[in-house]
């Protein structure tokens, strides 16, 4: 999937950034250095991402941004859960 979207952002210029999101489902932890542990290893995982998309799909960094988010487990969202949010480049004369 990361090298149909390394694709994908080669093709596609207008596509500005993709933001890499690790959800960190809130009820994980309820202790405080336990939770830190589950924040850093989510943000490695979208680091490691990240790096894929840079290193290997020749995708600039500055189109790319990973961080870990903390949500609620409601919704059906699971440890872990990847997200890729796209931007795109307004067309010019456009609102």
Same mark, same amino acid.
């Given at each position: 999937? =990361? #090298?149909?979207?390394?694709r =994908? =952002?080669?093709? &596609?210029? *207008?596509?500005?950034?993709?933001r890499?999101?690790?959800?960190?489902? $809130?009820?994980l932890?309820?202790?405080? #250095? %336990?939770?830190r &542990?589950?924040?850093?290893?989510?943000?490695? @995982?979208?680091?490691?991402?990240?790096?894929?998309?840079?290193?290997? *799909? @020749?995708? $600039?960094?500055?189109?790319? *941004?990973?961080?870990?988010?903390?949500r $609620?487990? *409601?919704? #059906?969202?699971?440890?872990?859960?990847?997200? =890729?949010?796209?931007v %795109?480049?307004a067309?010019? #004369? $456009?609102?």
């Open positions: 999937m =990361l #090298g149909e979207l390394g =994908l =952002l080669r093709e &596609h210029p *207008e596509i500005l950034l993709v890499i999101e690790v959800d960190v489902v $809130s009820t932890a309820a202790d405080p #250095g %336990e939770r &542990h589950e924040i850093e290893k989510a943000q490695a @995982r979208a680091d490691a991402v990240l790096e894929y998309l840079w290193r290997r *799909e @020749r995708i $600039s960094p500055e189109r790319l *941004e990973a961080v870990a988010v903390t $609620s487990a *409601e919704g #059906g969202r699971t440890r872990w859960q990847v997200t =890729l949010r796209i %795109e480049r067309k010019r #004369g $456009s609102r």
